[in-house]
């Protein structure tokens, strides 16, 4: 789809005028700097806070003030179900039904959790392939799980690099891979978008790949929930994981999400309480009766104070709907990549992959000099991007916040200052 872009400002004004979820922008608080708002590009660090938020934890907090431990029951949101009232809008935003999502602990935690339940290494079929230069989070995680079952993570774990000279993944190279591993491998566990380069992944072809060859596939969408809407029941995903405090909005430590494919409901797993039948749940009796649901996979209490701000956070996306959100995103990254193209005095290189199929809202640009100064240019100007060394700047213009306006201005410091 061609867009006829241009490098005047009123070409940023007048894609703002036409933009429907333009309104968004002002349900959310923005940091000053010098008494003005900023221009956040950071949403894949930390999304904004919505304005709807502090209502939200007032409602809770009331709730407990007033009624303590009946709390659970009543009130205007009982605890007892907490985490089945992110389950619709969820569901909408991982493509799956409802009865595959939850909400519980956070990311990494219900990494393991899923990895635990998920991974059943036998001598003959122990492998996990990974993307190399996946977050070290995860890396982490499957180090300390292959160790975990006995294995030496440098035979159990199969990372897949880029071709010489590219810096993203050639989906047939991935494809090969998993076949040519085949008979050894358990699990095939992604980052949907990988951190630093950006780059969103084939998830249906890798699913497909991993179960021709009888493998898991299971993906961390850290990086792409409320970014990229996705298909996870149409594409046969094992199981997932995310954060809700990047492009969901929900805060510091917000509760993790969590996807099971509903044929693993009776998956053995490491269990806890509120996983268990609420029927069965206060009878205090042993045996474990799981939820028939991803439900079934929660563990602890309903956390409803890092719970809440994601469940005032969602309405938001209840309203805009991630389609919608996702045709504007693929917009703005049009718009801030070709401006980039018309710098012809700055070196840099996108590392982000050009196609918009494979790729969010986030550019990563690897600045080949001045990086760092860059970097601080915007930043002494209001405009908040992540660094890190050697030089990539990471933008990510994520359509909830930030407007063509707000793009325009990050080229304009380019061209004026470099
Ligand atoms: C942000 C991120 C994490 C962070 O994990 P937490 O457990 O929430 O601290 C992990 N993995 C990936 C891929 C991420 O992008």
Same mark, same amino acid.
């Given at each position: 789809?061609?867009?006829?872009?241009?490098?005047?400002?009123?070409?940023?004004?007048?894609?703002?005028?036409?933009?429907?979820?333009?309104?968004?922008?002002?349900? #959310?608080?923005?940091?000053?700097?010098?008494?003005?708002?900023?221009?956040?590009?950071?949403?894949?660090?930390?999304?904004?806070?919505?304005?709807?938020?502090?209502?939200?934890?007032?409602?809770?907090?009331?709730?407990?003030?007033?009624?303590?431990?009946?709390?659970?029951?009543?009130?205007?949101?009982?605890?007892?179900?907490?985490?089945?009232?992110?389950?619709?809008?969820?569901?909408?935003?991982?493509?799956?039904?409802?009865?595959?999502?939850?909400?519980?602990?956070?990311?990494?935690?219900?990494?393991?959790?899923?990895?635990?339940?998920?991974?059943?290494?036998?001598?003959?079929?122990?492998?996990?392939?990974?993307?190399?230069?996946?977050?070290?989070?995860?890396?982490?995680?499957?180090?300390?799980?292959?160790?975990?079952?006995?294995?030496?993570?440098?035979?159990?774990?199969?990372?897949?690099?880029?071709?010489?000279?590219?810096?993203?993944?050639?989906?047939?190279?991935?494809?090969?891979?998993?076949?040519?591993?085949?008979?050894?491998?358990?699990?095939?566990?992604?980052?949907?978008?990988?951190?630093?380069?950006?780059?969103?992944?084939?998830?249906?072809?890798?699913?497909?790949?991993?179960?021709?060859?009888?493998?898991?596939?299971?993906?961390?969408?850290?990086?792409?929930?409320?970014?990229?809407?996705?298909?996870?029941?149409?594409?046969?995903?094992?199981?997932?994981?995310?954060?809700?405090?990047?492009?969901?909005?929900?805060?510091?430590?917000?509760?993790?999400?969590?996807?099971?494919?509903?044929?693993?409901?009776?998956?053995?797993?490491?269990?806890?309480?509120?996983?268990?039948?609420?029927?069965?749940?206060?009878?205090?009796?042993?045996?474990?009766?799981?939820?028939?649901?991803?439900?079934?996979?929660?563990?602890?209490?309903?956390?409803? #104070?890092?719970?809440?701000?994601?469940?005032?956070a969602l309405e938001l996306f209840d309203k805009a709907g991630i389609d919608q959100l996702r045709a504007k995103s693929i917009r703005l990254t049009a718009y801030l990549e070709y401006l980039l193209h018309q710098l012809p005095n700055i070196r840099f290189e996108i590392i982000t992959p050009t196609d918009p199929e494979s790729r969010g809202a986030q550019l990563s640009l690897y600045f080949i000099e001045k990086g760092k100064e860059i970097h601080d240019k915007m930043i002494e100007n209001g405009i908040i991007v992540d660094y890190r060394e050697?030089?990539?700047?990471?933008?990510?213009?994520?359509?909830?916040?930030?407007?063509?306006?707000?793009?325009?201005?990050?080229?304009?410091?380019?061209?004026?200052?470099?």
């Open positions: 789809m061609p867009v006829d872009h241009n490098t005047t400002p009123g070409f940023a004004k007048q894609a703002d005028a036409s933009d429907e979820l333009a309104y968004l922008k002002q349900q #959310f608080h923005f940091p000053k700097h010098n008494g003005k708002d900023v221009i956040y590009f950071c949403g894949n660090s930390l999304g904004l806070q919505p304005l709807q938020v502090a209502a939200a934890v007032e409602t809770e907090l009331n709730s407990w003030k007033e009624l303590a431990v009946g709390g659970y029951f009543k009130g205007p949101n009982p605890w007892l179900y907490y985490q089945e009232y992110m389950k619709p809008s969820l569901a909408k935003i991982v493509g799956c039904r409802e009865n595959e999502v939850t909400v519980m602990n956070a990311l990494t935690v219900n990494l393991h959790l899923l990895l635990l339940g998920f991974y059943r290494p036998t001598p003959e079929r122990f492998q996990i392939m990974m993307e190399a230069g996946a977050f070290p989070s995860d890396q982490y995680a499957v180090e300390t799980l292959v160790k975990h079952f006995g294995y030496d993570p440098a035979t159990a774990i199969i990372e897949i690099s880029p071709q010489e000279g590219e810096k993203t993944l050639r989906t047939e190279a991935i494809l090969e891979a998993i076949s040519e591993h085949g008979g050894s491998l358990a699990m095939v566990l992604f980052g949907g978008i990988n951190y630093y380069t950006g780059q969103f992944f084939d998830l249906k072809r890798i699913t497909e790949a991993a179960h021709a060859v009888k493998a898991i596939a299971g993906f961390d969408l850290a990086h792409v929930a409320g970014n990229l809407p996705l298909q996870l029941h149409n594409w046969d995903v094992d199981f997932a994981a995310w954060c809700s405090y990047k492009y969901l909005n929900a805060g510091p430590g917000a509760v993790g999400g969590v996807y099971v494919h509903e044929r693993h409901a009776n998956r053995p797993r490491l269990g806890g309480w509120w996983g268990n039948d609420e029927k069965t749940r206060f009878k205090m009796e042993k045996g474990f009766v799981p939820k028939t649901d991803a439900g079934g996979w929660n563990i602890s209490t309903a956390q409803v #104070f890092n719970t809440v701000c994601l469940k005032a050697p030089g990539v700047i990471r933008v990510a213009p994520a359509p909830m916040y930030c407007s063509f306006e707000d793009v325009y201005r990050f080229y304009e410091i380019l061209r004026d200052n470099f």
